[in-house]
T-cell receptor, first 113, second 112 residues
């Protein structure tokens, strides 16, 4: 089975940097995704890691360590609009053509002035 | 706008009833996924279709079923509805498996 843990809530100040951690245990691994979800809206894709290391995309970076079952999402120069839930999702390898995602419960980030 | 459309946006119904949720994937996407999101459980994978064929099943109840049609749109059928089925139901699509999934705006189902 799969188990994904991330903090329930975090608060950070506008303009600051925040790191959201995610640990996972999965039978088979075929990639880790981060999604952003504003309340009542659809999740939107932020990043994808399948190899160890850091992927940078503008103000957002994501890191993966497969041996540790660990990832983090780094948000720089926080803006008020970054207040949202951040979902860590693992794609376990479960057979050819099967690509479902297993999501953590999400980290609700509040950005304060 | 992800390009994935879902109808209806909201649905209110009574226990014991049956409903159908509809999803149209992005143009060219062959894979369709259904997820359920409730407050206490987070986003849970239900089922995946690829070009009309079922590819993976998650925590989908026997009262629920889905299909993908030749034009690639998909429908999720929920029957004998219970109060606990109240949730946001998302459809997502991807070109094939090895890409990120793009989520539709969701259908909010309320069972009274």
């Amino acid at each position: 089975g799969q188990n994904i843990d991330q903090p329930t809530e975090m608060t950070a100040t506008e303009g600051a940097i925040v790191q959201i951690n995610c640990t996972y245990q999965t039978s088979g691994f075929n990639g880790l995704f981060w999604y952003q979800q504003h309340a009542g809206e659809a999740p939107t894709f932020l990043s994808y890691n399948v190899l160890d290391g850091l992927e940078e995309k503008g103000r957002f970076s994501s890191f993966l360590s497969r041996s540790k079952g660990y990832s983090y999402l780094l948000l720089k120069e926080l803006q008020m609009k970054d207040s949202a839930s951040y979902l860590c999702a693992v794609r376990p390898y479960s057979g050819a053509g099967s690509y479902q995602l297993t999501f953590g419960k999400g980290t609700k980030l509040s950005v304060i002035p | 706008d992800s390009g994935v459309t879902q109808t209806p946006k909201h649905l209110i119904t009574a226990t014991g009833q049956r409903v159908t949720l509809r999803c149209s994937p992005r143009s060219g996407d062959l894979s369709v996924y259904w997820y359920q999101q409730s407050l206490d459980q987070g986003l849970q994978f239900l089922i995946q279709y690829y070009n009309g064929e079922e590819r993976a099943k998650g925590n989908i109840l026997e009262r629920f079923s889905a299909q993908q049609f030749p034009d690639l749109h998909s429908e999720l059928n929920l029957s004998s509805l219970e109060l606990g089925d109240s949730a946001l139901y998302f459809c997502a699509s991807s070109p094939a498996g090895e890409y990120e999934q793009f989520f539709g705006p969701g259908t909010r189902l309320t069972v009274l």
